[in-house]
């Protein structure tokens, strides 16, 4: 114990890190783009009501923001969106509006202009993974017609805005990853169909841009593959899980036999929850700039034709599952636990990396950050189970006896967790609660058969994962056993309130924006995951929904509870948790339902998260009081 610290009370801790900083830092920088000197990327900014702007980083190194109040460069195909911009060689950029959704050229040093005309219906034509190619762009769009349906399709736009969208490819649910040949004579592109997802089975195609043939190349209904590109005009690179990994592979045209580059147990990309954010790059020189890992992903270089893999001497612990190149140097977004996500520059040359933003400006002192640690969980039936350990940190402060904690449980929940600097869990570590973030059965970064263990089983394996963490922290002493909560949101809500009914190991439970109810979700929720639940759970069954859902099992639940959601959420509409906050004020369990006037899936706006983020403290504080 250092001579400066005092004993404190858990959760009562003096710590520089307030909400209101917290939610107005993270500007969740994305997408990069890198042509020379020169990168471009979006960030969002809470302080102006979760507006996505696009940033220039210039030869001279000067920084500009391209898009002033109120544009906000953000697609919402799939309502997950991805990347929602495309550099136009020789200058400007096109970029998708929210507010219409709309294409629009952003010309040098002048004003936006659409190129895309406009729809019948509000946002009714959506569009996403753009790439610029000859004086067009060729993306995603999404169709959404009167009367509820939604189609797909792959289109080109004339840059001048000269012509409505042509159809280029069509017939499928989905569609992404698209990726031009070099002689420009064919597309690559993945597709599925419902009720699959991505990581469930995708198949490669090829289509003949002059007479519109195409054909399948692999893939299929077990094997999901990611991200085509070209190595040259008859041979394509691309990744695929059917080793059991994500691995990258090359193939033909022809559809011969793929062969596989660099066979590991390690991933090479992750789930296709938004478009357009490729997981590797061809260099100049023939080899490929890849991202790879168990859990959080290195940067290295590819030889394909002799196997070998070489990671850089870069100073960052991990990245995030997206990389640019112009065929020499790279951007990507990386992390380590002292470094937050940054916009970072890699020669391939010389190797040298250069940080050129971050997601947060100002860091309190590195003492007030937690230092993670990875663990293996011993889960039901021996099964292992990873996750990250953040224990308390603060240099003014310690405990008395073990620390109260909160399990952490991602969305998804085909999603992962990393070990990256969070300042929103240093908000609850600096304070004296711990945080264990869970990458329960089911997640990504491990493998198939690891993210196949929820495959009916929603509502089952991520529970008692979430329990075994619980009981984990509490047999190795790390953390009181009477004050464990957990929180999560989205799928991760589910989790929580799940959790919560099935086991009494928690003091209470943390929902955003949580799925409580099968059927009324099935029913309302957004076309991309709209069949999800029948690989979750199975068909719909009334006795099966009931006995999995949270709402169905609410008898359980003895612990208090706080639920937050947003009145504008696509996926998971409010009336989710406000059954389950009018089921729980019926039995009497303690409850606080907070919602929020404008927010959807994910709060944005700083005052939101800010809010938020204070309420939370404020219950565990409560329920935390010894």
């Known amino acids: 114990m250092s001579p400066e610290q005092v004993v404190l009370p858990y959760a009562t801790w003096p710590s520089p890190i307030s909400s209101t900083g917290v939610a107005r830092s993270g500007l969740r920088l994305g997408f990069p783009t890198v042509v020379g000197e020169e990168v471009w990327?979006?960030?969002?900014?809470?302080?102006?009501?979760?507006?996505?702007?696009?940033?220039?980083?210039?030869?001279?190194?000067?920084?500009?923001?391209?898009?002033?109040?109120?544009?906000?460069?953000?697609t919402r195909v799939h309502e997950y969106g991805g990347r929602s911009y495309a550099v136009v060689p020789g200058g400007g950029v096109v970029f998708a509006n929210l507010a219409d959704q709309r294409l629009y050229l952003l010309p040098p040093c002048a004003e936006p202009r659409p190129i895309t005309p406009r729809p019948d219906r509000e946002s009714g034509l959506r569009y996403a993974d753009m790439i610029v190619h000859d004086g067009q762009v060729w993306c995603v769009q999404e169709r959404h017609?009167?009367?509820?349906?939604?189609?797909?399709?792959?289109?080109?736009?004339?840059?001048?805005?000269?012509?409505?969208?042509?159809?280029?490819?069509?017939?499928?649910?989905?569609?992404?990853?698209?990726?031009?040949?070099?002689?420009?004579?064919?597309?690559?592109?993945?597709?599925?169909?419902?009720?699959?997802?991505?990581?469930?089975?995708?198949?490669?195609?090829?289509?003949?841009?002059?007479?519109?043939?195409?054909?399948?190349?692999?893939?299929?209904?077990?094997?999901?593959?990611?991200?085509?590109?070209?190595?040259?005009?008859?041979?394509?690179?691309?990744?695929?899980?059917?080793?059991?990994?994500?691995?990258?592979?090359?193939?033909?045209?022809?559809?011969?036999?793929?062969?596989?580059?660099?066979?590991?147990?390690?991933?090479?990309?992750?789930?296709?929850?938004?478009?357009?954010?490729?997981?590797?790059?061809?260099?100049?020189?023939?080899?490929?700039?890849?991202?790879?890992?168990?859990?959080?992903?290195?940067?290295?270089?590819?030889?394909?034709?002799?196997?070998?893999?070489?990671?850089?001497?870069?100073?960052?612990?991990?990245?995030?599952?997206?990389?640019?190149?112009?065929?020499?140097?790279?951007a990507g977004i990386g992390y380590s636990a002292t470094v937050p996500r940054s916009i970072v520059?890699?020669?391939?040359?010389?190797?040298?990396?250069?940080?050129?933003?971050?997601?947060?400006?100002?860091?309190?002192?590195?003492?007030?950050?937690?230092?993670?640690?990875?663990?293996?969980?011993?889960?039901r039936s021996g099964r292992r189970v990873h996750a990250f350990v953040h224990p308390p940190?603060?240099?003014?402060?310690?405990?008395?006896?073990?620390?109260?904690?909160?399990?952490?449980?991602?969305?998804?929940?085909?999603?992962?967790?990393?070990?990256?600097?969070?300042?929103?869990?240093?908000?609850?570590?600096?304070?004296?609660?711990?945080?264990?973030?869970?990458n329960y059965g089911g997640s990504t970064g491990y493998g198939r058969a690891y993210r196949d263990r929820l495959r009916g089983q929603w509502g089952v394996v991520d529970v008692e994962d979430s329990v075994a963490a619980a009981e984990w922290l509490a047999a190795e002493g790390l953390a009181d056993p009477e004050r464990i909560a957990i929180r999560g949101g989205s799928a991760g809500g589910w989790t929580v309130m799940a959790a919560c009914c099935a086991s009494e190991v928690f003091a209470g439970g943390v929902s955003y924006y949580g799925v409580s109810a099968l059927a009324s979700f099935v029913a309302t929720t957004h076309d991309f995951e709209s069949r999800y639940i029948e690989w979750l759970v199975g068909p719909e069954d009334p006795a099966l929904y009931s006995s999995r859902e949270p709402l169905g099992q609410v008898a359980g639940v003895s612990c208090p509870m706080l639920l937050l959601q947003g009145l504008s959420d696509p996926v998971v509409p409010a009336a989710q948790s406000q059954a389950f906050a009018d089921a729980l004020a019926e039995r009497g369990v303690p409850c606080t339902y907070l919602t929020f006037e404008g927010e959807a899936h994910g709060f944005r706006r700083a005052e939101t998260r800010s809010a938020a983020l204070a309420t939370e403290l404020a219950f565990y504080q409560q329920i935390f009081r010894s």
Request: proline share 7%; net charge negative; aromatic share 8%.
């Open 41 to 74: 990327w979006t960030e969002d900014r809470p302080a102006e009501s979760g507006r996505t702007t696009i940033a220039h980083r210039a030869a001279d190194g000067t920084h500009r923001e391209l898009l002033s109040a109120p544009w906000s460069a953000r």
């Open 145 to 330: 017609h009167d009367g509820g349906g939604i189609s797909r399709s792959i289109v080109s736009v004339p840059l001048d805005g000269g012509d409505v969208p042509r159809e280029r490819v069509g017939g499928s649910d989905f569609y992404a990853c698209l990726a031009l040949s070099p002689d420009g004579e064919h597309l690559a592109y993945i597709c599925w169909d419902h009720p699959r997802m991505p990581w469930n089975g995708t198949e490669l195609r090829i289509t003949r841009l002059a007479d519109g043939t195409s054909w399948t190349v692999g893939g299929g209904p077990s094997e999901s593959v990611l991200a085509p590109q070209w190595r040259d005009d008859r041979h394509l690179y691309l990744v695929s899980d059917r080793s059991g990994w994500w691995n990258l592979y090359q193939i033909g045209i022809d559809g011969t036999s793929p062969r596989a580059l660099h066979p590991v147990e390690e991933e090479f990309a992750g789930p296709l929850w938004q478009l357009g954010g490729p997981p590797y790059r061809v260099l100049a020189d023939g080899r490929i700039a890849v991202l790879h890992g168990r859990g959080d992903m290195r940067l290295g270089v590819l030889d394909p034709d002799s196997g070998v893999l070489t990671d850089l001497d870069v100073p960052y612990d991990g990245w995030e599952q997206v990389l640019a190149s112009d065929g020499r140097v790279l």
């Open 345 to 379: 520059r890699v020669d391939t040359a010389t190797g040298r990396a250069e940080e050129l933003r971050r997601d947060v400006d100002e860091l309190p002192d590195l003492a007030y950050l937690p230092l993670a640690r990875t663990v293996e969980i011993e889960g």
């Open 393 to 438: 940190s603060n240099p003014q402060a310690r405990g008395d006896g073990a620390p109260p904690y909160v399990v952490f449980v991602h969305g998804g929940p085909t999603g992962r967790s990393t070990g990256a600097l969070d300042l929103e869990k240093a908000f609850f570590t600096s304070r004296g609660i711990g945080v264990l973030d869970l």
